[in-house]
């Protein structure tokens, strides 16, 4: 019999095993095994692994009240989380498990080696000083509940292709959400907590790219731009805008700037198509981009309209733009008229595309939605409706931007949920 399960060796997971552990120890509770970490792939943190393209962007180094405004749902449901263990205490715990850190552009906390396998290898470190017993190749069928379904008494997992079941005193669930299923996160939490009575709000792709319609932006696949400001429209109402870095793809767009809008407006693009337009020339004003135009046209006044502005975008958007903007390429640049070529500035200030969709899960960064708040304690992670069993990290519907912030969600969760449950053993 083990003291406290956890199911899922994501971030959350050993976090919640390594905290239960070390709150166990400093009771005078903790024996080996009191704490048994299950994980059904081969090893841990499979996901932790791809975080950050491979160097994993452990958390940010804002203020600690600016993690906040970057939690697209529930902010205030992991006030006493992330309080418990904010940002400062994550690069803490790393440093002192010996993962020299680097902040980078935008707070994003990266380990110094730039590899997640050092994260990774730090939680397995703090994993065996606590003398958490980890079980890998084990997966997770079934939570066995007391006779009366008021509390937890254990679980049941294949182990080999054999049916194991141990009795526990508590459970952590931390089982990720549906994202990157390759990585193992398949769900199974989320349908055991449902079959526990809890509600789990409605799921979705989240920090994923957008399918657009148009066949010429399929036709820019490997174009990628900096720099620009991407605005999103539902009708003439204006949902999002923001400036960075994007990329056309087979399908349509990606890259950081659209993921993170992905966050701000996937609720609405699974229910209606929304207007994209792309400023090309975010740093210039319509008037100076004009200005610009007409000195390069005073400068090419005898060649080609296509070989006058070959200088202003990626030589791949040119042919692209100019076929939008409907203008002859071959037509000579002292035969453009005033509004021909301010239509054509227009164009690049406003280079419009359609969102018809969102990208599945195996390209989604996070899932959003998961576990409803309202169902768990948000001062331990204890289920309401199920006494000793604990929720961290994905499965919970909390998701974050960009920046590190969903790792720290994984970190601060799996951090209260482990002591919460130690702390009452
Ligand atoms: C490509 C990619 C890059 C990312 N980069 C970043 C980044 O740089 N910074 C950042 O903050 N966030 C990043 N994220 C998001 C971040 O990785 C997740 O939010 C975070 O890992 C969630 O942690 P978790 O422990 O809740 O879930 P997971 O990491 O998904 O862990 C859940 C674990 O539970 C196990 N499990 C599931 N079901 C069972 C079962 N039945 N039995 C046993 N075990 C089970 C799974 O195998 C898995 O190991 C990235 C995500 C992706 C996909």
């Given at each position: 019999m083990a003291e406290i399960i956890v199911v899922g060796g994501g971030a959350a997971g050993m976090m919640a095993a390594i905290k239960a552990a070390e709150r166990l120890k400093d009771d005078g509770k903790?024996?080996?095994?009191a704490v048994l970490l299950l994980e059904h792939n081969e090893k841990l943190g499979k996901k932790l692994f791809i975080t950050g393209k491979g160097r994993?962007?452990?958390?940010?180094?804002?203020?600690t009240e600016d993690l906040f405004l970057n939690i697209c749902h529930n902010p205030k449901f992991l006030y006493s989380s992330i309080y418990g263990f904010d940002n400062q205490c994550v690069m803490n715990f790393f440093e002192k498990q010996g993962t020299a850190l680097k902040i980078e552009r935008g707070g994003r906390v990266f380990p110094v080696s730039d590899h997640s396998s050092d994260v990774i290898k730090a939680l397995s470190e703090a994993l065996r000083k606590n003398g958490v017993e980890v079980i890998l190749g084990a997966d997770v069928e079934e939570i066995i509940l007391s006779d009366d379904g008021g509390s937890v008494s254990g679980l049941k997992y294949k182990l080999n292709r054999k049916s194991c079941s141990v009795s526990c005193q508590k459970v952590i669930l931390a089982t990720g959400g549906l994202s990157y299923v390759s990585t193992g996160s398949t769900g199974d939490g989320l349908r055991w907590a449902l079959d526990m009575g809890h509600a789990i709000t409605e799921t979705r792709p989240s920090l994923v790219p957008f399918v657009c319609k148009e066949e010429y932006v399929r036709k820019l696949q490997g174009l990628s731009l900096k720099n620009v400001t991407v605005t999103i429209f539902s009708g003439s109402k204006k949902l999002y805008s923001d400036f960075g870095e994007m990329l056309f793809t087979h399908f349509g767009v990606s890259g950081p700037l659209i993921l993170s809008a992905s966050a701000a407006v996937g609720d609405k693009v699974i229910k209606e198509p929304l207007s994209m337009v792309i400023d090309?020339?975010?740093?210039?004003d319509f008037d100076t981009l004009d200005r610009r135009l007409l000195r390069d046209f005073d400068e090419n006044i005898n060649k080609n309209f296509e070989n006058a502005v070959?200088?202003?975008?990626?030589s791949k958007l040119i042919p692209v733009v100019i076929e939008l903007s409907g203008l002859?390429?071959?037509?000579?640049?002292?035969?453009?008229s005033k509004e021909e070529r301010q239509n054509f500035v227009r164009l690049l200030k406003a280079f419009p595309c359609t969102i018809t969709g969102l990208r599945d899960y195996n390209e989604a960064i996070i899932t959003r939605g998961?576990?409803?708040?309202?169902?768990?304690?948000?001062?331990?992670?204890?289920?309401k409706l199920v006494n000793g069993l604990y929720f961290a990290g994905e499965m919970i519907d909390v998701d974050a931007k960009t920046g590190g912030f969903n790792l720290q969600i994984a970190w601060s969760t799996g951090c209260l949920a482990g002591t919460s449950a130690a702390e009452s053993i």
């Amino acid at each position: 019999m083990a003291e406290i399960i956890v199911v899922g060796g994501g971030a959350a997971g050993m976090m919640a095993a390594i905290k239960a552990a070390e709150r166990l120890k400093d009771d005078g509770k903790n024996k080996q095994g009191a704490v048994l970490l299950l994980e059904h792939n081969e090893k841990l943190g499979k996901k932790l692994f791809i975080t950050g393209k491979g160097r994993c962007n452990v958390t940010n180094a804002c203020d600690t009240e600016d993690l906040f405004l970057n939690i697209c749902h529930n902010p205030k449901f992991l006030y006493s989380s992330i309080y418990g263990f904010d940002n400062q205490c994550v690069m803490n715990f790393f440093e002192k498990q010996g993962t020299a850190l680097k902040i980078e552009r935008g707070g994003r906390v990266f380990p110094v080696s730039d590899h997640s396998s050092d994260v990774i290898k730090a939680l397995s470190e703090a994993l065996r000083k606590n003398g958490v017993e980890v079980i890998l190749g084990a997966d997770v069928e079934e939570i066995i509940l007391s006779d009366d379904g008021g509390s937890v008494s254990g679980l049941k997992y294949k182990l080999n292709r054999k049916s194991c079941s141990v009795s526990c005193q508590k459970v952590i669930l931390a089982t990720g959400g549906l994202s990157y299923v390759s990585t193992g996160s398949t769900g199974d939490g989320l349908r055991w907590a449902l079959d526990m009575g809890h509600a789990i709000t409605e799921t979705r792709p989240s920090l994923v790219p957008f399918v657009c319609k148009e066949e010429y932006v399929r036709k820019l696949q490997g174009l990628s731009l900096k720099n620009v400001t991407v605005t999103i429209f539902s009708g003439s109402k204006k949902l999002y805008s923001d400036f960075g870095e994007m990329l056309f793809t087979h399908f349509g767009v990606s890259g950081p700037l659209i993921l993170s809008a992905s966050a701000a407006v996937g609720d609405k693009v699974i229910k209606e198509p929304l207007s994209m337009v792309i400023d090309l020339k975010s740093a210039l004003d319509f008037d100076t981009l004009d200005r610009r135009l007409l000195r390069d046209f005073d400068e090419n006044i005898n060649k080609n309209f296509e070989n006058a502005v070959a200088g202003l975008l990626p030589s791949k958007l040119i042919p692209v733009v100019i076929e939008l903007s409907g203008l002859d390429p071959k037509k000579k640049v002292h035969d453009i008229s005033k509004e021909e070529r301010q239509n054509f500035v227009r164009l690049l200030k406003a280079f419009p595309c359609t969102i018809t969709g969102l990208r599945d899960y195996n390209e989604a960064i996070i899932t959003r939605g998961g576990v409803a708040v309202k169902g768990i304690n948000p001062s331990t992670m204890e289920s309401k409706l199920v006494n000793g069993l604990y929720f961290a990290g994905e499965m919970i519907d909390v998701d974050a931007k960009t920046g590190g912030f969903n790792l720290q969600i994984a970190w601060s969760t799996g951090c209260l949920a482990g002591t919460s449950a130690a702390e009452s053993i």
